[in-house]
């Protein structure tokens, strides 16, 4: 027979964000009931932040015990042992698993259902065999990889991010498409681990960053070996399990390379596939189910968080949008979303990070005159020189009053130092708050003060301030 479900609240997809709502919820007494068909966790947890970031650890400790000659320190011969760094990826993730299990959360008084959800009706979801009616539903089913149409390619064994960290051998030549953060940290990462490597970009590699910033970090894994062809479409796949080609067309005409293994990282696509959406009169598209900026669909009872609602596809993107559909669930809070503060990082190495308006946006919407780009390398911090990691910079794009509306980070730890320019941004602050700080020296995220500081550079050039300075010093 049929069960049937009345909760408060029904959340579909045990990723990142469908986890934080779910616990939230139960966390203050609210009926809760969460379907996953897949692995409890997500894509991060199993395929996507956690695994990728320590296989990134792997390689970067291999590069570093290889290349710190500069530093006084030689370690010739570093042998890598992949068996052995993939089972250091699949214990991450062991380590990780049990704060996601459906233990915990069961534990937490959640009713958890491992099986397919689909909407019968707007009011309706029906999981295996139970129908859950709620009061509200949170659809949290994330996204998987795009599978781009190549002709060819469904007869090639390949990889994507789903795949990959399943794999015991180094790959010989490994082949990427897609030159966006999935393809750059993954095609580093084998490459330090003794892979050759590579990128085939249709556009440009990393193109949703600053082409200047983003020119640092292609020329750094360029000097590392990684072969970059870019505005190059693949138009045809072949081969077999360890002999792969790839037909190309670029300027230069048309071409063939080959390589051993092929891992695809062009791009995620939402998972909306089963879901009964159009039953549930929720609107989607190819890019995900449409929300307002209150993350509700065009289905009242019904929210979307996370990759699926369509627009930035990150972790922390979903958690902050558990946070606003939680306000919203539980205490009937108005929320919204703001992407204004959104950062994002590719962890590469050296790491890219942006959070705000770029220069152009801030121009846009703010006028020219009113918009200042200030900028302070690596070059001219004493921990980056120490530390031999000189490649880089911070850059702050500042709006009327020296409020900070936007910044840049890249280099070493840029991703740490992006959590500080995250701050910045989201409470507004100003030139003056930064350089009104006292910052530890000597640390990379001084370079953040130093930029602001900067600010006043034209001051002390001011022929009236300087007038003034010296009138003052007539009193003593």
């Given at each position: 027979?049929?069960?049937?479900?009345?909760?408060d609240?029904?959340?579909?997809?045990?990723?990142?964000g469908?986890?934080?709502?779910?616990a939230?919820?139960?966390?203050?007494?609210?009926?809760?009931?969460?379907?996953?068909?897949?692995?409890?966790?997500?894509?991060?947890?199993?395929y996507?932040c956690?695994?990728?970031?320590?296989?990134?650890?792997?390689?970067?400790?291999?590069?570093?015990?290889?290349?710190?000659?500069e530093?006084?320190?030689?370690?010739?011969?570093?042998?890598?042992?992949?068996?052995?760094?993939?089972?250091?990826?699949?214990?991450?993730i062991?380590a990780?698993?049990?704060h996601?299990?459906?233990?915990?959360?069961?534990?937490?008084?959640?009713?958890?259902?491992?099986a397919?959800?689909?909407?019968?009706?707007?009011?309706?979801?029906?999981?295996g065999?139970?129908?859950?009616?709620?009061?509200r539903?949170v659809?949290?089913?994330?996204s998987?990889?795009?599978v781009?149409?190549i002709?060819?390619?469904?007869?090639?064994?390949?990889?994507?991010?789903?795949?990959?960290?399943?794999?015991?051998?180094?790959?010989?030549?490994?082949?990427?498409?897609?030159?966006?953060?999935?393809?750059?940290?993954?095609?580093?990462?084998?490459?330090?681990?003794?892979?050759?490597?590579?990128?085939?970009?249709?556009?440009?590699?990393?193109?949703?960053?600053?082409?200047?910033?983003a020119?640092?970090?292609?020329?750094?894994?360029?000097?590392e070996?990684?072969?970059?062809?870019?505005?190059?479409?693949?138009?045809?796949?072949?081969?077999s399990?360890?002999d792969?080609?790839?037909?190309?067309?670029?300027?230069?005409g048309?071409?063939?390379?080959?390589?051993?293994?092929?891992?695809?990282?062009?791009?995620?696509?939402?998972?909306?596939?089963?879901?009964g959406?159009?039953?549930?009169?929720i609107?989607?598209?190819?890019?995900?189910?449409?929300?307002?900026?209150?993350?509700r669909?065009?289905?009242?009872?019904?929210?979307?968080i996370?990759?699926?609602?369509?627009?930035?596809q990150?972790?922390?993107?979903?958690?902050?949008h558990?946070?606003i559909?939680?306000?919203?669930?539980?205490?009937?809070?108005?929320?919204?979303?703001?992407?204004?503060?959104?950062?994002?990082?590719?962890?590469?190495?050296?790491?890219?990070?942006?959070?705000?308006?770029?220069?152009d946006?801030?121009?846009?919407?703010?006028?020219?005159?009113?918009?200042?780009?200030?900028?302070?390398?690596?070059?001219?911090?004493?921990?980056?020189?120490?530390?031999?990691?000189?490649?880089?910079?911070?850059?702050?794009?500042?709006?009327?009053?020296?409020?900070?509306?936007?910044?840049?980070?890249?280099?070493?730890?840029?991703?740490?130092?992006v959590?500080?320019?995250?701050?910045?941004?989201?409470?507004?602050?100003?030139?003056?708050?930064?350089?009104?700080?006292?910052?530890?020296?000597?640390?990379?995220?001084?370079?953040?003060?130093?930029?602001?500081?900067?600010?006043?550079?034209?001051?002390?050039?001011?022929?009236?301030?300087?007038r003034?300075?010296r009138?003052?010093?007539r009193?003593?």
């Open positions: 027979m049929t069960r049937i479900l009345t909760p609240i029904c959340v579909i997809g045990a990723g990142s469908g986890l934080s709502v779910a939230a919820a139960a966390a203050f007494g609210v009926e809760t009931v969460l379907v996953e068909k897949g692995e409890m966790g997500g894509d991060c947890l199993n996507g956690v695994p990728s970031k320590a296989l990134i650890a792997a390689g970067k400790a291999a590069h570093h015990a290889a290349h710190s000659v530093l006084g320190v030689g370690a010739p011969g570093v042998e890598v042992d992949f068996a052995a760094v993939n089972d250091h990826v699949r214990s991450v062991a990780i698993a049990p996601d299990s459906q233990e915990r959360f069961e534990g937490l008084g959640i009713t958890v259902l491992r397919s959800a689909r909407f019968r009706d707007a009011d309706t979801v029906v999981a065999e139970t129908e859950i009616r709620a009061r539903f659809v949290a089913t994330g998987s990889p795009l781009p149409p002709p060819g390619l469904d007869t090639v064994p390949f990889d994507t991010n789903e795949t990959i960290f399943t794999r015991r051998e180094c790959p010989s030549h490994l082949l990427v498409i897609g030159g966006g953060p999935i393809g750059l940290e993954l095609a580093q990462a084998h490459r330090r681990l003794g892979a050759r490597v590579t990128v085939v970009e249709a556009a440009k590699a990393l193109a949703k960053e600053d082409p200047s910033l020119a640092i970090v292609i020329e750094a894994l360029r000097e070996g990684v072969e970059f062809l870019e505005q190059a479409k693949v138009t045809q796949a072949s081969g399990a360890g792969i080609h790839l037909m190309l067309e670029d300027a230069s048309t071409r063939e390379i080959s390589g051993t293994h092929l891992l695809l990282a062009a791009g995620r696509k939402a998972n909306v596939e089963g879901l959406l159009e039953e549930a009169g609107a989607f598209d190819r890019r995900g189910i449409s929300v307002g900026a209150d993350l669909t065009t289905n009242r009872r019904v929210y979307a996370g990759d699926v609602a369509g627009g930035l990150f972790t922390h993107v979903a958690g902050y558990a946070g559909v939680i306000r919203a669930l539980l205490f009937r809070l108005p929320a919204k979303e703001n992407r204004d503060i959104i950062p994002w990082v590719t962890f590469t190495d050296p790491e890219i990070g942006h959070v705000g308006l770029t220069a946006e801030a121009r846009g919407r703010y006028g020219a005159e009113r918009v200042k780009v200030l900028e302070a390398p690596f070059s001219g911090n004493d921990r980056a020189q120490a530390e031999r990691h000189t490649r880089g910079l911070v850059r702050l794009v500042v709006g009327k009053g020296g409020k900070v509306v936007g910044g840049d980070a890249v280099g070493a730890g840029a991703g740490e130092i959590n500080m320019l995250s701050l910045i941004v989201a409470r507004g602050l100003t030139v003056r708050d930064i350089a009104g700080f006292v910052s530890p020296y000597p640390s990379l995220s001084e370079a953040v003060r130093r930029a602001a500081i900067s600010y006043y550079a034209e001051s002390a050039r001011n022929p009236w301030i300087r003034l300075v009138f003052l010093a009193f003593g």
